[in-house]
């Protein structure tokens, strides 16, 4: 469907955040030689706007508005007759009246999209680019209403940026009267322009020259307008434009969080679920979240759940809550409006785009150990696990995600292994997408640890350990370290730890050994130290060169690759050569430092390592010297 | 004939209120005005205002207003005196709605400027009058009028639909079809754009 034709540079800019109509649009029937009454009709009105003069020209174009300009038809016909190119050819005169009788049908016919091809194709846009100049409003208005229709395609909303458009639209919001109170006629013309800027801000270069025109400040100062009419398509370009960074920061320091939130209570579905779109957007950061939190965001969206019919509306209030779930306060603000029961019942009957966004709220609510338990109460934890099947990437991260999250409660774990959850897990392992695969991965962790009888558990699924066990050569820096927390976890089952000793798992965590990546380092450390223990691990680690890699590790800044390592050198130090290896490298000087940590198992570990090297050491002395 | 300085403030004042749109420097500099074209004009109305003539002049340096037929046409809302002068309220009242009529002033004026024969309504014949001229481009195989006929058609299936509707429920097909001012009015309330839809009577505001 998408015909791609050769993109230059230029266009690389203008991709946007939503899929809408890149394809040269087709016409649904060819054919036919009658040509439809609407045809015949228009000509003859036609022949009046080309032949007459401008009396004559608003008689027709007047009575052209009576004709169905809604019904396709017309609009083809006012096309094909050649009509288009008249009314585009007048909007150039400087005949007010007769601009505006040609933008009220222009208006009208822009909302088929071959029209608005068409009118992109005749120039149509570059025109009324500039009759946003013109003193008269009402024309200015329908321009930019027009604008609004047109630029529903890419290129469209290249050119419009290409002609000045963008600066000359946000002057359309500069049109505030002296004094705080919004003037109907200034409300309009703003409205207007917030309507083409909606339309032009899908592409990316357009958000960065409305901000670059000054857009932002004033699109803030509308937010406090209280008319619903403006409020839509200046909310409607603000989340529009919220995928950029810059709008984000913008929108939490000019106090605009305050009025998106007042907004949620509004009674207009439409602009609910442009604020909440907003906040969904913005709560990626930290100090938004906190924000929506002191305006008392959090339970107007909790509220919102109730609202199940409205599935955009829905779409958009979950996907807020998810992130705004991030934080713990958040969390336990939640807890008091009961939002995790509200969204257990969401689990069931609902398009994936809602789905997606009440298992991430799901996945986030599980940090607090209550909710763990809310969920199992409400019977949350079955269509969880059946959504495990599913096939949107997107979703089987949150899935992954949440189940993870409920399996940190034993009870939750006994509910999941009923219902065959575990597997399911695992075998998306095999999964062809990295992200899923490392989610995965994370959330069997819990699992095994909080599985009853876990060890046989895992030699149940066919083929699992080796399945674990090859991930390790994969690209990906994520699964790479999912995979290693897991496998530390399951290593702590001696029969298992066997069978991946047999599939190789100790040359392959020993390659990985050389990372700088300190979320890597801490997890493939602590499978190292677990893996030492079966059989000749320990040697096998040490001729497979993991040793000096690790002693690295203890240069690093973070306080958990400490301590994972120690307990892995501390493993490998029951082998005498891995000493060795570990005195060379200048181990002892850097554990020493960490035998005073508050950290017992650090400490412990650090401590006991020592002692190792040092018993080599002294039995090595007594060696040479008899 | 000169006024005194008593008669012309009196005046001023007078004509302020019922022109409702200008205020009184305003006023004054019309009367001023009125004053040099009354001189202007010949002396057959001994002062008491000018004629047709310097009236088209007036307004169409002023304005740019070029149709004749229009011309007299406003002359002859101006005149309401019905004798072919101008009188200073007359002009003063006049202008008041042409510069900055409401929109109900500027139906009025406008309808009554279409309304060739004064008698109330807007007939077919004094639409082809007024709409003669205004295709400049006629098909080589057609009629000369019949496209003027077709566009005064057009108007009133776009203005009169109602009046046409009960003639055609009355059967009444001897009528020709014409516009009310209650027709004008309702469908300029309607759609702006045909306030001057038979040709442009109000000056050009650019």
Redesign the interface.
Known sequence: IFSKASSSVEDVGESSSETEEDEQPVRRQEGGTDLSPEYWGIQKLAKYVKGGDPTATLIALCSMRDLNLSQEACQLAIKDTGCLEVLINLLDTEEIKCQTGSLKILKEISQNVLIRHAIADLGGLEIMVKILDSPDSDLKCLAAETIANVARFKRARKTVRQHGGIKRLVELLESISVGSSFQAKDTETARCGALALWSCSKSIKNKKAICKAGGIPLLARWLKCSHTNILIPIVGTLQECASEPSYRLAIRTEGMIEDLVKNLSSEHEELQMHCASAIFKCAEDEETRDLVRKHEGLQPLSVLLDNSENKQLLAAVTGAIWKCAISRENVLKFQEYKTVEALVTLLTDQPEEVLINVIGALGECCQEQENRGTIRRCGGIAPMVKLLSATNRALLVNVNRAVGGCAMEPENMAVIDSLDGVRLLWSLLKNPNPDVQASAAWALCPCVENAKNSGEMVRSFVGGLELIVNLLKSKDKEVLTSVCAAIANIAKDQENLAVMTDHGVVPLLSKLANTNNNKLRRHLAEAIAHCCMWGSNRVAFGEAKAVAPLARYLKAKDPLVHRATALALYQLSEDPNNCVIMHENGVVKLLLAMVGSTDDALQEAAAGCIANIRRLALATEKAKYG | AAMSKKGLKLLVDSLTRSAKHFNKNEVECLVNLFDTLVARSSSQFAGAGFDRTVFRDTLHNAFGMTDDVVLDRVFSTFDRGNNGCITVVEWVEGLAVLLRGTLEEKMKYCFAVYDLNGDGYISREEMFQM?K???????ADEEPDE?VK??VD??L??MASTYLFILFLLQDYDHDGKLSFADFEKAVRE?K??L?????CLPDIK
Request: aromatic share 4%.
């Open positions: 709409l001229n205004s295709l400049l481009i006629q098909p496209g077709d566009l057009l108007v299936k776009k759609e754009l045909l001057e839809v038979f040709g442009p």
